[in-house]
């Protein structure tokens, strides 16, 4: 079983649409959570990290659940320049960063 | 400013060469991470740098890789005897300081492709 495990998609969806990722960690001892975006052929960003009592950033929500271990990503008004590969990345006790699969969105027009 | 670079871009070589892939951190950041990302996956952790050690290679796939980073900023990956699922991207990351809430910023990348 992967660590960090993520639908891969794609989820197409139009613009203005509201999408929703998810992902799950295996490791309870899991003490900070992000998610990261890529570009194709581009290295990952990060988006913005993952609190428990929940965090928005403009049109993006992220949730974490400790108890059931699990890591959502809420994207609302979607755009075209949405349109990319997000990772749910999670870290332990060290510094290294455990990554998903990543799942990959497409807004069409 | 300057972000995390990589050089060189694409590296293309045949079984069983030696490649070296450097990376240039942020000015000042003292940890260094290297990752490798296959198509299709997410990127996976080979070694982390504090300074000049190597404070976690754990990920280290074999010992045909191995990194330094003997002045504490730039950072050279080898890899000796490269087989064709050695071909990947090479990532490398730094951050600031040592601590697991610091932001790892990404360089573009190595692409190796061994034929």
């Known amino acids: 079983r992967k660590e960090v495990e993520q639908d891969p998609g794609p989820f197409n969806v139009p613009e203005g649409a509201t999408v929703a990722f998810n992902c799950t960690y295996s490791n309870s001892a899991s003490q900070s959570f992000f998610w990261y975006r890529q570009d194709c052929r581009k290295e990952p960003k990060l988006l913005m990290s993952v609190y428990s009592s929940g965090n928005e950033d403009g049109r993006f929500t992220a949730q974490l659940n400790r108890a059931s271990q699990y890591i959502s990503l809420l994207i609302r008004d979607s755009k075209l320049s949405d349109s990319a590969t997000y990772l749910c990345v999670v870290i332990y006790n060290t510094d290294k960063l455990i990554f998903g699969t990543g799942t990959r969105l497409q807004v069409f027009p | 400013g300057a972000g995390v670079s990589q050089t060189p871009s694409n590296k293309v070589t045949e079984k069983g060469k030696y490649v070296e892939l450097r990376c240039d951190p942020i000015?000042?950041?003292?940890?260094l991470y290297w990752y490798r990302q296959s198509l299709g996956q997410g990127p996976e952790f080979l070694i982390y740098f504090q300074g000049t050690g190597a404070a976690d290679d754990s990920g280290l796939p074999n010992d045909r890789f191995f990194a330094v980073r003997p002045e504490g900023s730039v950072s050279t990956l080898k890899i000796q005897r490269t087989e064709r699922g050695d071909s990947a991207v090479y990532l490398c990351?730094?951050?600031?300081?040592?601590?697991?809430?610091?932001?790892?910023?990404f360089g573009p990348g190595t692409r190796l492709t061994v034929l």
């Open positions: 990351a730094s951050s600031s300081q040592k601590g697991h809430t610091d932001t790892q910023y």
């Open positions: 000015s000042g950041h003292t940890a």
